[in-house]
């Protein structure tokens, strides 16, 4: 069974970091590509980051480059979000999963991120 469970989300005030991580199984992790996706309230979610099978390919969506880091460690089935200089619009719940049409409706519960002073 595919699971996914995401953690690291706290309250932070503005300008501060978190680093979010994603523990994934019932899948071959490193022959996917993995997204983050977040999700604030009243709002459709979002793509936030992706990042290759290797890791060596990364993309982002323009509110969040240079400011936040997608990783991965094969090793370990995890994915990471790094985030930096968070502002309150970055406040939702975040959420992982594979780029895969046929796991398209696993989720997680998500972590809960909120920026705020």
């Known amino acids: 069974q595919v699971q996914l469970v995401e953690s690291g989300g706290a309250l932070v005030q503005p300008g501060g970091s978190l680093r979010l991580s994603c523990a994934a199984s019932g899948f071959t992790f490193s022959s996917y590509a993995m997204r983050w996706y977040r999700q604030a309230p009243g709002k459709e979610r979002e793509l936030v980051a992706s990042i290759s099978s290797s890791g060596g390919t990364t993309t982002y969506v323009d509110s969040v480059k240079d400011r936040f880091t997608i990783s991965r460690d094969n090793a370990k089935n995890m994915v990471y979000l790094q985030m930096n200089s968070l502002k309150p619009e970055d406040t939702a719940v975040y959420y992982c999963?594979?780029?895969?049409?046929?796991?398209?409706?696993?989720w997680g519960q998500g972590t809960q991120v909120t920026v705020s002073s």
């Open positions: 999963q594979p780029f895969s049409w046929a796991l398209r409706n696993f």
